[in-house]
């Protein structure tokens, strides 16, 4: 990626009519560059439609990525579960690679009271059979992420999303700020913990990781057992200036998406004030 990009959490608010192609060129009109599928229940864009969709990003210069489902547990204990979720997730890579997408991701699975170091080893297991078979059909530059998770329950805390990327070609992590804040009670908030995230990032996965960012962030609600509900930024404790500020310092490239409820608000206010650094 040769710059960092705002986008929308789905169809911008503004869009008229409320369908995912207008939503692409509604998303350029308002001087963003980004838009994320959001597949969290369904594939909700049609093979027909992925060319058209294809053509308008790339004439447009709006990268795709893609919320993967939530129906997704690599860690399930029934193997129908397992199997289900290796489905779910080919079948929406593939089809953001029929968009021109970029980057994908989901929350990859859960503890269920297991041996976290056990677990890692079974979501990898997961995450390489996924890989494996898009890359039997060709998929082969379509970044796969796991993203980090807003429940101390859920795997994908930034250690494992890092280390699943250093063991499955084609994985880099999906730093989700909100689910860092959440999941640590109110952690991950300061200028020092957001520099700290990058500088991990880079000493363990590379340049290349920093210049391939696919960000999620939102103001969020919280407790002892983590995340509760997203809120908008200036509604919330996210210190989302000084999140912004890293990013300038690391100089950092990829796709930021605010997915917060107000949908194309906050990632204009993201954008502007990242701009005016």
């Known amino acids: 990626m040769n710059t960092l990009r705002f986008g929308t959490p789905g169809i911008p608010t503004s869009t008229e009519p409320r369908n995912t192609l207008e939503g692409v060129k509604q998303v350029k009109k308002l001087g963003l560059d980004a838009m994320e599928f959001e597949f969290v229940h369904s594939v909700n864009v049609s093979e027909e439609k992925a060319p058209e969709i294809k053509k308008v990003a790339k004439d447009l210069d709006v990268v795709l990525t893609t919320h993967g489902q939530y129906y997704v547990n690599l860690a399930a204990i029934e193997k129908p579960k397992y199997h289900a979720s290796v489905s779910r997730m080919v079948s929406a890579a593939k089809r953001l690679h029929e968009c021109g997408g970029w980057s994908i991701t989901w929350h990859m699975g859960f503890y269920l009271k297991r041996d976290p170091v056990k677990v890692h080893e079974i979501v990898k297991a997961g995450a390489k059979e996924v890989v494996k078979k898009l890359q ?103 210190n989302w200036k000084d999140m912004v500020k890293s990013w300038k310092e690391f100089k950092i490239k990829g796709v930021v998406i605010p997915e917060c409820p107000n949908i194309e608000e906050d990632a204009l206010m993201l954008q502007k004030f990242y701009k005016g650094l």
């Open 136 to 238: 039997d059909e060709g998929i082969n530059k379509l970044w796969i992420r796991p993203e980090t998770t807003g429940k101390p329950t859920q795997w994908g805390d930034l250690k494992e999303t890092i280390k699943l990327s250093q063991e499955v070609e084609q994985v880099l992590p999906c730093i989700d700020y909100g689910h860092l804040h959440a999941r640590n009670n109110g952690g991950n908030n300061t200028l020092e913990e957001f520099r700290a995230v990058l500088a991990l990032i880079e000493k363990e996965l590379g340049r290349e990781a920093l210049n391939n960012m696919h960000i999620q962030c939102c103001g969020i609600n919280y407790g002892p057992k983590g995340e509760k509900n997203h809120l908008n930024f200036k509604e919330s404790d996210a």
